[in-house]
């Protein structure tokens, strides 16, 4: 918001009327207070999420989105917030050349449309993956040998004495024209002879070059401080406060609650049954209160424990198999590890609670306790704990 401020503030000292599309827009995802932001569901759509947005990626049990799909999910869970440079190693890894297409054809328009920098490792791209690319960084031996625009990198190499064939793929041609046994077969000027050309020879013509002029000349000059806005650059490692931080995580996790209702409620059915076949085992008609029969309380009160216990045992199953998710947000600053263990803490409180009710109400007196109600409860409590 405070940004945004800032933005109309700027726009009326130097007169500008914004485009109305873009205005509304800007305010949109300034709002706050909203279930889902408009940004959220802006990259859902540049990312072509929005077809399978309900769906659960699923896993080695239940099937869920496709392998694309997760990809271009992990992308759109970065790209979602503030940050505006992306640094992406190898992201077409176990893709194949479609799949791989589509993302970065996702990334260009995310780079274009919100003024985003991009930058993107591939190994050997497609054709077509490698036309949607402005700018290109071509790199052999641990040194830059060109950096510019794609456009003017095949006249270049043509100035070096390279010419790519004309059925040949560029990006093919830049990694095989560096290679020392690949390289002649690209040689262009037959009467000169040809000699081969080292890394370092293009590097050193590249920093001749009128491109590498330009980049030298542009990367020499010092940035202004005075130029950026205080809210340009942002000091705290998570975007939101401690409290948003807080707030998101009990709605995730009463969302994932509600996802699984079945188990719980299954769960607590289950006791039900078990208390009531148990009370009928440990029948109060047949037992009194002597030595003898203590045995039988004592193995009624070691079974109440010991299945409670057990009933646990699929709450810890779901809480394994969210690690690893834990473990990329909490590396990726969506939130430090208090947030995620304090709502999946206190949440689950309820449910102990219900069980705990479920099993002592119905076990207790067809066994036969004590009837007084401070034992009743505290019983209650000590299986609730």
């Not at 569901?41 to 694309?68: F, T």
């Amino acid at each position: 918001i405070e940004i945004m401020k800032e933005v109309i503030r700027r726009e009326k000292e130097a007169g500008i009327t914004p485009d109305p599309n873009i205005d509304t827009y800007m305010k949109a995802i300034s709002v706050e207070g909203l279930e889902r932001s408009m940004q959220t569901d802006y990259i859902m759509k540049i990312m072509g999420l929005d077809i399978c947005a309900d769906v659960l990626v699923g896993d080695a049990m239940r099937r869920g989105i496709s392998g694309g799909e997760k990809k271009r999910l992990t992308t759109g869970e970065m790209i979602v917030g503030p940050s505006k440079a992306l640094f992406m190693d190898e992201i077409s890894t176990g893709l194949d050349s479609s799949t791989t297409f589509q993302i970065v054809s996702c990334l260009q328009q995310l780079a274009h449309i919100s003024e985003s920098t991009i930058l993107v490792s591939l190994l050997q791209p497609a054709p077509e993956t490698y036309e949607l690319f402005d700018d290109i960084i071509l790199m052999a031996e641990g040194q830059i040998v060109y950096h510019g625009p794609k456009g003017y990198i095949m006249s270049f190499f043509e100035s070096c004495g390279f010419k790519c064939p004309e059925r040949k793929g560029s990006a093919d041609f830049l990694q095989e024209v560096l290679s020392k046994k690949d390289q002649k077969q690209y040689w262009s000027r037959n009467e000169e002879g040809y000699n081969f050309v080292t890394v370092d020879q293009f590097c050193d013509k590249f920093k001749a070059s009128q491109s590498g002029q330009n980049l030298a000349a542009e990367l020499s000059k010092p940035y202004e401080e005075s130029k950026g806005h205080k809210n340009a650059l942002s000091f705290s490692i998570y975007s939101l406060s401690k409290w948003d931080l807080l707030k998101a995580c009990f709605a995730r996790e009463l969302l994932l609650m509600k996802r699984n209702a079945f188990i719980y409620i299954s769960k607590s059915i289950q006791l039900g049954l078990l208390a009531v076949i148990t009370g009928t085992v440990f029948l109060r008609t047949r037992m009194g209160v002597d030595r003898i029969h203590a045995n039988y309380y004592m193995g009624s009160l070691f079974y109440a424990l010991l299945l409670l216990m057990v009933n646990g045992f699929p709450e810890l199953a779901m809480a394994i198999n969210r690690l690893p998710v834990f473990y990329k947000q909490r590396d990726d600053y969506f939130y430090p590890a208090w947030a995620y263990a304090i709502p999946s803490f206190i949440l689950k409180i309820p449910v102990s609670l219900v069980e705990s009710i479920a099993w002592t109400t119905i076990s207790y007196y067809l066994i036969g306790y004590t009837p007084e109600a401070s034992r009743f409860f505290c019983q209650l409590l000590v299986l609730f704990l």
